[in-house]
């Protein structure tokens, strides 16, 4: 394989070359009409990270952001929440990977997250497996080891912020963007078709990882100084840990108010404020693989009463689709998934149902609470079984 120079971007081209070296290829197709057969592992070694690097590098699209959009971003926030928005320098800033250096579609999404904290004038920290940390650190990023696991990484990024006096935010490797719907901070619709009607027409204010995580932040301190009111009582504290909606699809979200306080926060993009050295620091359950998320939603909403999730803040992620990471904990059969769920019931049996629309998933409706927004309706459904099961 070789990468030339030329291509309609300037940035190369990828090359294939026969043996004989008197052709050129620019795809797959066109090698095994050559050969006349399909391609294999067999015919040839898996690329070296020189050549991944390479072949990914000129793929890695510029990252900018407006500067307006993320001043119009900050003025969605109230007096009290902006005299509570923090500097930059206030978070530690932790990206979860593991295993993404294996192909060029991660080493991708890698940087993209890189260059989008960069742009936001940070530089963060990466937890990695083992095997991969220095072809992590090739990549120019200030990278450690993950402790081994999926959640010892998460709980070994929170220990620092705590060590650091400073509050964690926890980034997944695959994100490309960060939207803010600020038009429809005081719209709530029921009706899906008008929903997505309305979406499409809103305003997209597209920000920064780090003015996210400053704006989630400021919303977190400024609910604990009001002691938000939850199921009727006065939570002392407040909440401790800040989400944004966990699909992509905003017209979910505008169902329900701007800001919920006990629905499902998504470990793809979160911030705990893990200052305050006097309360115990709620951590991950080491003995779960996959949906540790779900289980730290409800032990932070054990433990303080309630969450903040922005219900008009998404982000767009990869999730299952990407080599690596969590992706290579699932298995076909979904045995993985399943085994999770279990815990997840054992831990907190009235507050998950399954998802009637989706295998091996669940949905978290903490007694009492309103019902999560989903990217598929489930949360209907399953609040029509779990009612249903309860008169049974």
Same mark, same amino acid.
């Given at each position: ?28 197709v066109? #090698? ?5 057969? @399909? ?6 070694e898996?690329?070296? %990270? *020189? ?5 990914? %590098? ?15 971003? %900050?003025?969605?926030? *109230? ?16 990206v &979860?990977?593991? =295993? =993404? ?32 940390l !220095? ?6 990023? /200030? ?11 998460r709980? @070994?990024?929170l220990?620092?912020? =705590? ?5 964690? +935010?926890? #980034?997944?490797?695959? #994100? ?8 429809? !901070?005081?719209?709530? #619709?029921?009706? !899906? ?20 995580a400053r ?25 401790k ?14 169902? %329900? ?18 200052c /305050? ?7 991950? *359950?080491e ?10 939603? +409800? ?15 998404? &982000?767009?992620a990869?999730?299952?689709t ?18 999770? &769920?279990?815990?997840?019931v =054992? ?13 091996? !998933? ?5 007694p009492?609470s ?5 990217? *598929? ?16």
């Amino acid at each position: 394989v070789k990468v030339g120079t030329f291509g309609h971007s300037g940035r190369g081209l990828q090359v294939f070359v026969s043996p004989d070296r008197t052709r050129r290829f620019y795809h797959r197709v066109s #090698i095994e009409a050559y050969l006349g057969r @399909k391609l294999t592992r067999e015919d040839g070694e898996p690329p070296s %990270f *020189d050549e991944l690097l390479a072949n990914a %590098f000129h793929k890695v699209p510029t990252v900018q952001f407006n500067p307006k959009h993320e001043q119009d971003f %900050f003025k969605c926030l *109230d007096d009290d929440e902006k005299a509570a928005l923090p500097p930059a320098s206030d978070i530690h800033f932790c990206v &979860i990977s593991a =295993r =993404r250096t294996r192909t060029s579609l991660g080493i991708k999404g890698c940087m993209v997250v890189h260059e989008s904290l960069k742009a936001g004038g940070v530089k963060a920290k990466w937890y990695v497996d083992k095997g991969s940390l !220095e072809q992590y650190r090739r990549l120019g990023f /200030d990278a450690v080891e993950d402790g081994g696991s999926l959640c010892a990484a998460r709980n @070994k990024a929170l220990k620092e912020a =705590r060590k650091l006096n400073k509050a964690c +935010c926890e #980034i997944s490797d695959d #994100i490309s963007r960060w939207v803010y719907y600020g038009a429809l !901070e005081k719209t709530v #619709i029921k009706d !899906e078709s008008e929903a997505n009607r309305l979406t499409k027409r809103c305003r997209k204010l597209q920000v920064s990882p780090v003015a996210a995580a400053r704006f989630l932040l400021a919303r977190l301190r400024a609910a604990q100084q009001r002691n938000v009111q939850h199921d009727g009582k006065n939570v002392t504290g407040g909440p401790k840990l800040a989400g944004v909606l966990p699909t992509g699809n905003v017209a979910r979200g505008i169902r %329900f108010p701007a800001v919920t306080h006990s629905n499902f926060i998504l470990g793809d993009f979160f911030v705990v404020d893990s200052c /305050d050295k006097k309360s115990d620091l709620v951590l991950f *359950d080491e003995e779960m693989t996959l949906k540790e998320d779900y289980d730290f939603t +409800c032990s932070h909403i054990s433990k303080y009463g309630s969450v903040l999730r922005l219900n008009r803040m998404t &982000i767009a992620a990869k999730h299952a689709t990407n080599p690596g990471g969590a992706v290579e904990q699932r298995d076909k059969k979904g045995k993985e998934e399943e085994k999770n &769920i279990d815990i997840l019931v =054992r831990k907190w049996p009235r507050a998950f149902h399954r998802n009637p629309t989706r295998k091996h !998933e669940v949905v978290l409706r903490w007694p009492g609470s309103e019902v999560q927004p989903d990217a *598929d309706g489930a949360d209907e459904e399953a609040t029509k079984a779990a009612k249903k099961a309860k008169k049974a």
